[in-house]
């Protein structure tokens, strides 16, 4: 995905968490959507900045990078949900491009992609990103509204929300 793909992600994204968490339509569903709009937003930003320095899609695009964001809240307590877009980011890139990303990086250079993408310039780039989009919400939903109530309270507490 290119950089406009992955910002349009993140806020359609952003609104979608913000109403799965808070569906009553109401002042709290917009805070939410706020309180979760510009992590999520630098967040799917985030790993393309190995574009200045190191590989792109290696340097900044793996699992060892989404576990020092995740972990980054704890130590610290800040950039909340910047894990989200940064999350997305690969979704996007593993689901929605034929190239993919080195998951595994530095300790192993292959790319992982599925057979499903489409090249970054592709006329199919932005309903690609679209569907993904459709499809991380989904899986959102499932993670606040499928977990078993005794595990609600410990999911939300993991993914801050």
Request: aromatic letters at 10%; glycine letters at 8%.
């Amino acid at each position: 995905m290119n950089k406009r793909g992955h910002v349009l992600n993140a806020i359609l994204l952003s609104v979608g968490i913000g109403i799965i968490v808070q569906p009553s339509a109401d002042l709290e569903t917009v805070r939410t959507i706020t309180e979760v709009l510009v992590p999520v937003v630098l967040g799917a930003l985030f790993p393309d900045v190995d574009t200045a320095f190191g590989t792109h899609r290696k340097t900044l695009h793996n699992l060892p990078v989404l576990g020092i964001v995740l972990a980054y809240p704890i130590y610290f307590s800040n950039l909340q949900y910047v894990w989200i877009g940064v999350l997305t980011h690969y979704v996007l890139d593993v689901l929605g491009s034929r190239r993919g990303i080195a998951l595994f990086y530095p300790l192993w250079d292959e790319e992982f992609n599925l057979p499903v993408g489409v090249p970054v310039s592709s006329k199919w780039a932005t309903p690609m990103m679209l569907t993904v989009t459709a499809f991380e919400l989904v899986v959102a939903a499932g993670l606040v509204y499928g977990t078993p109530p005794e595990l609600q309270a410990q999911v939300q507490q993991v993914v801050g929300l």
